[in-house]
């Protein structure tokens, strides 16, 4: 089992270019979650979809749009990236259940110019 | 709404010290309780969990009591090592009565700790 994977791992963009990041999971989870990480402010959750076909907003969802393919794989676009966009994103994943345990990819550094 | 507050870091301390990380929250219903491990360059892993009040959760050397009380959760460990340099995170979790979690976990800032030899 890979667990959750990210690509890419690094990407440095110039303002206003656009970028897709992947996420896929091999648990069979039903959940998905995208966050940044920010210094000082811990993980913020962008969008999440807790099951496949339903995606909703987290606390930081300006600027970002999500697909969620089918139930394996759960994608992260940026439109029209701004210098404010620039952090570490991390996918992660859940299974339906009362604790809610979430497992982390390895996350994708974005640097906007 | 959910919020999860740590104490101020970074927190630095010599091999074999006690640790302590503070952490508190606000949750309107039923909270699960996590922390969260990440080491340089990687993602979060969950180091222990604690589902309800008075459940310790363990791991590692690692020890945290949930307090519903004191609202508290926090992190201790007897004797640190360096390998467990990284940041540490407590995140919520909330859940209705009924237990059906809401689906999303609430993180605080994260304290980063450095252990020396």
């Known amino acids: 089992n890979a667990g959750v994977t990210q690509t890419p791992k690094f990407q440095v963009l110039k303002t206003g270019q656009s970028m897709t990041l992947q996420c896929a999971q091999d648990m069979n989870h039903n959940s998905m979650y995208w966050y940044r990480q920010d210094p000082g402010m811990g993980l913020r959750l962008i969008y999440y979809s807790a099951s496949e076909g339903t995606t909703d907003k987290g606390e930081v969802p300006n600027g970002y749009n999500v697909s969620r393919l089918n139930k394996r794989e759960f994608s992260l676009r940026l439109e029209s990236a701004a210098p404010s966009q620039t952090s570490v994103y991390f996918c992660?994943?859940?299974?339906?259940?009362?604790?809610?345990?979430?497992?982390f990819g390895p996350g994708t550094r974005l640097t906007v110019l | 709404g959910d919020s999860v507050t740590q104490m101020e870091g970074p927190v630095t301390l010599s091999e074999e010290a006690f640790l302590t990380i503070n952490c508190t929250y606000t949750a309107t219903g039923y909270p699960s309780l996590f922390w969260y491990v990440q080491y340089p360059g990687e993602g979060l892993q969950l180091l222990l969990k604690?589902?309800?009040?008075?459940d310790k959760g363990s791991n590692k050397g690692f020890e945290a009591t949930y307090r519903k009380e004191t609202t508290s959760f926090h992190l201790e460990k007897g004797s640190v090592q360096v390998s467990d340099s990284a940041v540490y995170f407590c995140a919520l979790s909330d859940r209705n009565a009924g237990g059906t979690s809401y689906g999303k976990l609430t993180f605080g800032q994260g304290t980063i700790l450095t252990v020396h030899p």
């Open positions: 604690a589902t309800k009040a008075d």
């Open positions: 992660a994943s859940s299974a339906t259940g009362r604790s809610n345990e979430q497992f």
